[in-house]
T-cell receptor, first 111, second 110 residues
């Protein structure tokens, strides 16, 4: 069975440019998470979906970040415009219960 | 917000040694998860614990759900070089938010 798939693996952009990340969760997993991981730290939740509904987005910087999960399957996370401080690894995970399974992440570098 | 405190922050051991690390919280958890993250990869689930006092093994790894429900422990026996990585504890906090600790960086010297 395929795991969580994320793309791209790496992205380098100039500040003020937009960027988007894509995630395809494990088939049948109704919960999808987007995390941001800064160097030397644990992942921090940005947003959690239950099917197509965002049930926890309190830590998503809504002035520049947006996410969608149309049809309750794959999801896109967007940053517009990107800032230098957005450089991090963006991780997607999915779960059926408490156990979340992660993709390989997208390493974003903003220059 | 709720925090998970992991210790130690880093460990440097010789191959063959046993390793112990722990995770504590100021509030009660109903689930503890332990993950390992290799460089450039996402975290991989190692062990899940659901009951206070539970002791669960996965190969050379053993994790325990603390009796107080505010802590958990991970032990690695007879460490090998591929055990190198960052180990995270995690658990669902308020509103089922899966929260992670800051990680324990493990280095194994051959």
């Amino acid at each position: 069975e395929a795991g969580v798939v994320q793309s791209p693996r790496y992205k380098i952009i100039e500040k003020k440019q937009p960027v988007a990340f894509w995630c395809n969760p494990i088939s049948g997993h109704n919960t999808l998470y987007w995390y941001r991981q800064n160097l030397g730290q644990g992942p921090e939740l940005l947003i959690r979906y239950e099917n197509e509904e965002a049930v926890d987005d309190s830590q998503l910087p809504k002035d520049r970040f947006s996410a969608e999960r149309l049809k309750g399957v794959d999801s896109t996370l967007k940053i517009q415009p990107a800032e230098l401080g957005d450089s991090a690894v963006y991780l997607c995970a999915s779960s059926l219960g408490a156990e979340a399974f992660f993709g390989q992440g997208t390493r974003l570098t903003v220059v | 917000g709720q925090q998970l405190n992991q210790s130690p922050q880093s460990m440097f051991i010789q191959e063959g040694e046993d390793v112990s690390m722990n995770c504590t919280s100021s509030s009660i958890f109903n689930t503890w998860l332990w993950y390992k993250q290799d460089p450039g990869e996402g975290p991989v689930l190692l062990i899940a614990l659901y009951k206070a006092g539970e002791l669960t093994s996965n190969g050379r790894l053993t994790a325990q759900f603390g009796i107080t429900r505010k802590d958990s422990f991970l032990n690695i026996s007879a460490s090998i070089p591929s055990d190198v990585g960052i180990y995270f504890c995690a658990g669902p906090t308020s509103g089922s938010r899966l929260t992670f600790g800051e990680g324990t960086q493990l280095t194994v010297n051959p």
